[in-house]
Every structure is written in structure tokens, then in C-alpha cells.
């Protein structure tokens, strides 16, 4: 079982960038695909991308071009870089770790973070 902490939301004008860490113990992020996720209020959560373990990675369209997610096995951390920050980015973003290669769907993913707050105003 890996645990995850998400870190690096807060409050950013639109057009602006954030970056979010997921710092994992307990297992080491290299045995697994790293997922994020977001949750706006009254919204189911919705998928924003992953990266497996061999380096793929997948976005969804909805913030393709404007958010990267990368790795660092050495510091068992996996970030989320947010540029282009727009009002509907507004969520609380969740990261998460699944023992498959290519989902993204939220059931599979069996160890998640207790979320960070991302606020984009106007």
C-alpha cells in the first residue's frame, strides 16, 4: 500500500500556473501508474491524466496542451504542472496509484491523496 500527499494549490488569477506535488511513501512510485484527478463541487471526479511507470503518459482533452505531469522515482514524487490556469480549472485535485498500465478511471486506482485545493479567479 502506497500513501500519497498532495501539496501546491492555492489561489491563482486565470492565465496563471500552479504546480502540484504528490509525494508517496510507504512504496515506491515506479511499480505504479500515478493519476490525477479532480473534483469541482456538486461534479463527479473527473480524470486529468496519468503517467505509468514506463513513462507513457495520457491527458484528457480538456487540459491537453496546457498540463504536464512528470516524475521524480529519486524523490518517489510525481508532479502536475498547471499553465493557462482557467475558472472552470477551479477543483479540488486528487492524485492517485494504480497497479494498471493504461486506466483511467477512478475505480482503479486503489491508494489516493487527501486532495489540494486549486482556486482560479477571474
Known amino acids: 500500500q502506497v500513501q500519497l500527499v498532495e501539496s501546491g494549490g492555492g489561489l491563482v488569477q486565470a492565465g496563471g500556473s500552479l504546480r502540484l506535488s504528490c509525494a508517496a511513501s510507504?512504496?515506491?512510485?515506479?511499480?505504479?501508474?500515478m493519476g490525477w484527478f479532480r473534483q469541482a463541487p456538486g461534479k463527479e471526479r473527473e480524470f486529468v491524466g496519468r503517467?505509468?511507470?514506463?513513462?507513457?503518459?495520457y491527458y484528457s482533452d480538456s487540459v491537453k496542451g496546457r498540463f504536464s505531469i512528470s516524475r521524480d522515482n529519486a524523490k518517489n514524487t510525481v508532479y502536475l504542472q498547471m499553465n493557462s490556469l482557467k475558472p472552470e480549472d477551479t477543483a479540488v485535485y486528487f492524485c492517485?496509484?494504480?497497479?494498471?498500465?493504461?486506466?483511467?478511471?477512478?475505480?482503479?486506482?486503489?491508494?489516493w491523496g487527501q486532495g489540494t485545493q486549486v482556486t482560479v479567479s477571474s
Open positions: 492517485a496509484a494504480s497497479r494498471s498500465l493504461y486506466t483511467v478511471v477512478p475505480e482503479d486506482f486503489g491508494s
Open positions: 510507504g512504496r515506491t512510485i515506479s511499480s505504479y501508474t
Open positions: 503517467i505509468n511507470w514506463s513513462g507513457g503518459i
